[in-house]
């Protein structure tokens, strides 16, 4: 199956820094991302999709100035976390589809991020 | 309005029994499909099913099974013959046609007993 990546795994950092995250499609080419948070014991809420070459589009209350998302090629998207706060603590999933007839997303293993 | 519902926040289940999952779904797209993902306490979501709004057979794999309800708008989640590695969460997710986007319901954790 196809196989998808994320970096870092974990990461912790202080309040008031930045930290990037990177979902990467290891054997396709991935048309759409999708950038997901998990809070503990909760459901998958979906922050942003991103299509190579083009603007992410935010879910509603999901702040853009926040969560700054790139697609740079089809087989990566970052997702920076700007100015992070100990509420943007989460665990953050990305996921790929390689076209619109596709049923399936793959997911990455996610990040999970702790500010201090 | 919620999309999905599951309405069980955990089960416990005896090793070798079979468990079924709850998930109702509200959509008035005709064409759309359900999805069944299982995540361990490592995080990584892991597709298990698929069912297709116009399929005419319930989807299975290997142990898992979909009852799919079209007009109670159900598709319930059968785990035959429960092994301990069975233990996790697990998510009921919606596509519509027209919104290629997945939305997940809130999940139930399954324990499978020794």
């Known amino acids: 199956g196809a196989v998808v990546s994320q970096h870092p795994s974990w990461v912790i950092c202080k309040s008031g820094t930045s930290v990037k995250i990177e979902c990467r499609s290891l054997?396709?080419?991935?048309?759409?991302m999708f950038w997901y948070r998990q809070f503990p014991k909760q459901s998958l809420m979906l922050m942003a999709t991103?299509?190579?070459?083009?603007?992410?589009?935010?879910e509603q209350g999901v702040e853009k100035d926040k969560f700054l998302i790139n697609h740079a090629s089809l087989t990566l998207s970052t997702l920076t976390v700007t100015s992070a706060h100990p509420e943007d603590s989460s665990f953050y999933i990305c996921?790929?589809?390689?076209?619109?007839?596709?049923?399936?997303?793959?997911f990455g293993p996610g990040t999970r991020l702790t500010v201090l | 309005a919620q999309k999905i519902t599951q309405t069980q926040p955990g089960m416990f289940v005896q090793e070798k029994e079979a468990v079924t999952l709850d998930c109702t779904y509200d959509?008035?797209?005709?064409?759309?499909?359900l999805f069944w993902y299982k995540q361990p306490s490592s995080g990584e979501m892991i597709f298990l099913i698929y069912?297709?709004?116009?399929?005419?057979q319930n989807a299975t794999e290997g142990r898992y099974s979909l009852n799919f309800q079209k007009a109670r708008k159900s598709a319930n989640l059968v785990i035959s013959a429960s092994q301990l590695g069975d233990s996790a969460m697990y998510f009921c997710?919606?596509?519509?046609?027209?919104?290629?986007?997945?939305?997940f319901g809130a999940g139930t954790t399954v324990t499978v007993r020794a």
């Open positions: 069912q297709g709004s116009y399929d005419q």
């Open positions: 997710a919606m596509r519509e046609r027209n919104d290629y986007k997945l939305s």
């Open positions: 054997d396709f080419q991935a048309t759409t």
């Open positions: 991103s299509n190579e070459g083009s603007k992410a589009t935010y």
């Open positions: 996921s790929a589809r390689v076209s619109r007839d596709q049923n399936e997303q793959f």
């Open positions: 959509t008035s797209d005709p064409s759309y499909g």
